[in-house]
């Protein structure tokens, strides 16, 4: 069990242990001073146990191994740790004000992961990331018509049922064993092997199915805490699970955002000039949040086609719980930003909030923020995607309307993108062997942890293949030692990179196959067709042989063996990918971009300042859907999760730094019976480097959908919703407290 920090922010002058070893059970107790190791994905900055001070509420400080839980759980009570109460951090604005409190004082010391990562020595500052696209100064000259806003977005939590665990043995040989539910088992395996001088292939990383991850798993920690507990008991299996409250305050969590925006237009309501300020809380540690940085700056713009952009993402430490991916990896601040100012642009223009997004969709031959140009194949059709969602909403038949009494309707509509930020170099790999029956196994190492894989990779390989999906079996459960490398399931990247994958050892495979029954019919290769597993000649398909009859390899008339077993291998990496500039942000991140709109319909009670969700809908460029049914069930997931953060979820902490809705009780998420009618459907504009042309697909469906309740309640109060969550006491605040001047 761990012993949390109960400080935001304190020095730790001593930690008495005794009164855990007088626990009977006990076999050990580790501190920060057995292990002082820095780990981070991006920066080197966050010790396994926390040594010299805590920087958030729940930091863990201790470990204790023992026999059984309870007498863990009495041990940690047992300790005594003297703190020196240090200044707390509690808000972006005090960290970034003259003569704050430094959280990592030693800060540009810190190792760093990735090369592309600039902290700024004395600040509390860990990463800027800037865009600079044209003349700014040009685009506020042509801009008839200035919209500037300031919105909050909160922390939350990933709040999935399967809280973070690991176990971990090191058995007599020295050979690591770890157990977990992790996202990236071939990173965890790298990562152990960096912090500790072990050799890589002493390790081994099992991971089954996940419950829930939402990116809340992939950078370890409690499988390195596992490991250090396991190494401290001679090796013997150590599982550590984590209460449902620690997932809450020591486990990371979603960024929170501050966000001030200058969006300009001509007095057509073409889009001149966006000047864009993210300031992003990463809580005490960097973990993922400088990437998110580039991940929201790389996104600014939105859909939109806009000639000069000026745009800064500031990563900042707080002494808040520290951050990570989470669905959507920032896209959804860039997003709730730009679609709240365009609707308020499409107010002072007097335009429909359909119309100004038709406008100025971006097309292609239209830049990015990052001057990437666009085309047909990698960003997809945005105005199909608006079109459609007019038709599917009912748009033009009015976006308010009286119900009756107090009661009104409002629709609010909202546009997304997404791009990757991947390593340049991100990879996957797969293996495809046949059993004697003709059958086929897929070996690959993508998580099942909701996205679907075990439906829609058996799928493409069966398509390749020409054979029944049923024919394919996919072992999930993956192996390190066994399984063969891929980067990560995450980034809505693993039907792109896996699915590419697959593809080509299914083509190796088919090669194999075609060399085989040559052998046994006398001919080339390339006189075989395969399909409806059989190898037959395409000039006379009666002559053929069963697929079961090739896969081992075939006899001639003297049952001499010819040819030998089908092993598929297939990978994929990256393609022409680059850092960004540092100063003006030019690159490429991502290999495409997945593009739709949303919508949500609400019906609002001016006398109760209460509010019901009545209908969502998502229309997304898919590129080439592969498995319809669950390609619609996680972008209705992804919509769900994008409501919930919106109506309700975002961390809670006290002045002194403490988080105060650590459990389900007190931290809400929606409920079965509150949610909306949803509709889901798709473009498809084919991605040409995606297998069978699809584009990813599964973080989508939650980015736009805080954007679009915000537009429909400040439509329907005529307040502007500026922060979330929007809860009823949010919006009555709103209503009764705000000056009216520029409401709808």
């Known amino acids: 069990r761990l012993l949390t920090s109960v400080f935001a922010h304190a020095g730790i002058l001593s930690v008495d242990v005794s009164g855990a070893w007088a626990v009977p059970g006990v076999h050990a107790v580790v501190t920060g001073r057995d292990s002082a190791v820095l780990t981070g994905a991006v920066l080197q900055d966050m010790p396994i146990l926390a040594t010299e001070k805590v920087r958030y509420f729940g930091e863990p400080v201790a470990i204790v191994v023992a026999d059984e839980e309870w007498q863990a759980a009495q041990a940690v009570r047992n300790i005594r740790v003297e703190y020196q109460p240090l200044p707390v951090v509690s808000t972006i604005e005090d960290a970034l004000a003259n003569g704050t409190t430094l959280v990592h004082p030693g800060l540009t010391q810190y190792a760093r992961a990735v090369p592309d990562v600039y902290p700024e020595e004395n600040t509390n500052i860990a990463n800027r990331v800037k865009i600079r696209k044209g003349d700014i100064a040009q685009g506020w ?78 950078n370890p920690h409690p499988e390195l805490l596992a490991y250090i507990a396991s190494r401290a008991v001679g090796g013997r299996e150590v599982r550590l699970a984590y209460t449902r409250e620690e997932n809450f305050f020591a486990s990371p969590c979603k960024i929170g955002a501050k966000v001030v925006m200058k969006l300009g237009a001509d007095k057509t309501g073409k889009l001149q000039a966006l000047q864009a300020e993210y300031y992003i809380d990463s809580g005490a540690y960097a973990d993922s949040t400088p990437v998110m940085a580039k991940a929201v700056a790389v996104s600014c713009g939105g859909v939109y086609s806009i000639p000069h952009i000026q745009c800064d993402a500031v990563c900042v430490y707080t002494n808040h719980v520290y951050t990570t991916s989470f669905r959507g990896f920032g896209h959804g601040v860039s997003t709730f930003a730009i679609e709240r100012t365009m609707d308020k642009l499409a107010d002072r223009l007097g335009m429909d909030p359909a119309q100004l997004r038709l406008m100025n969709a971006a097309r292609e031959g239209d830049d990015s923020p990052t001057q990437v140009t666009y085309t047909k194949s990698n960003l997809g059709d945005v105005s199909a995607c608006i079109n459609r969602l007019k038709e599917i909403m009912k748009w033009d038949s009015g976006i308010c309307s009286k119900v009756s009494g107090s009661v009104v309707r409002a629709r609010g509509m909202a546009c997304f993108t997404k791009t990757s930020t991947t390593p340049t170099d991100a990879s996957s790999s797969a293996i495809v062997t046949f ?292 809860t009823n006491e949010a919006l009555w605040y709103a209503v009764t407290q705000s000056p009216q001047e520029g409401s709808r």
Not at 568 to 580: A, E, Q, T
């Open 141 to 218: 000259k042509d801009s008839a018509v200035v919209v500037e806003a300031e919105y909050r977005i909160p922390q939350a939590s990933h709040a999935f049922l399967e809280t973070r665990n690991a176990r971990a043995q090191i058995l007599p040989g020295g050979q690591v064993v770890i157990h977990t539910a992790n996202q990236a088992p071939h990173a965890v395996r790298s990562l152990l092997a960096k912090y500790f001088s072990l050799s890589e292939n002493d390790i081994t990383v099992e991971v089954p199915f996940v419950g829930g991850a939402y990116g809340g798993k992939i």
């Open 435 to 726: 059993c004697s029956d003709g059958s086929v196994n897929l070996n690959c190492s993508v998580i099942e942890c909701g996205p679907g894989m075990t439906s829609s990779l058996p799928k493409l390989l069966a398509q390749r293949l020409k054979i029944s999906p049923d024919k394919v079996s996919v072992n999930l459960c993956v192996n390190t030692h066994s399984h063969p490398m891929h980067w990560k399931t995450a980034a809505s990247m693993s039907t792109y990179m896996a699915g590419n994958a697959v593809l080509a050892a299914a083509d190796d495979a088919i090669r194999q196959l075609k060399t085989n029954a040559a052998l046994a019919l006398r001919c080339s290769p390339d006189d075989i067709e395969i399909d409806n597993e059989m190898a037959y000649l395409k000039e006379n398909p009666q002559k053929y042989l069963a697929l079961k009859d090739i896969v081992s390899g075939v006899k001639d008339s003297s049952g001499s063996a010819l040819g030998g077993p089908v092993i598929g291998r297939g990978h994929f990496i990256m393609k022409r990918l680059s850092h960004l500039d540092r100063e003006t942000g030019k690159g490429q991140t991502g290999p495409y971009w997945t593009a739709g709109a949303q919508a949500v319909e609400v019906e609002y009670d001016s006398a109760e300042h209460t509010y019901r969700l009545v209908r969502a809908a998502t229309v997304l460029d898919a590129g080439s859907v592969i498995y319809p049914e669950g390609a619609a069930g996680q972008v209705m997931g992804a919509m769900n999760m994008g409501l919930s953060c919106a109506t309700r979820e975002g961390n809670i902490y006290a002045p002194g730094g403490e988080l105060k809705n650590t459990s389900f009780r007190t931290y809400k998420v929606m409920h079965f019976a509150e949610n909306p009618q949803y509709t889901v459907e798709f473009v498809e504009t084919p991605n040409i480097s995606g297998p069978l042309g699809a584009r990813g697909l599964g973080e989508h469906g939650i980015l736009g959908m805080p954007a679009a309740l915000a537009n429909a309640l400040s439509r329907a109060a005529g307040v502007q919703l500026d922060a979330l969550p929007i």
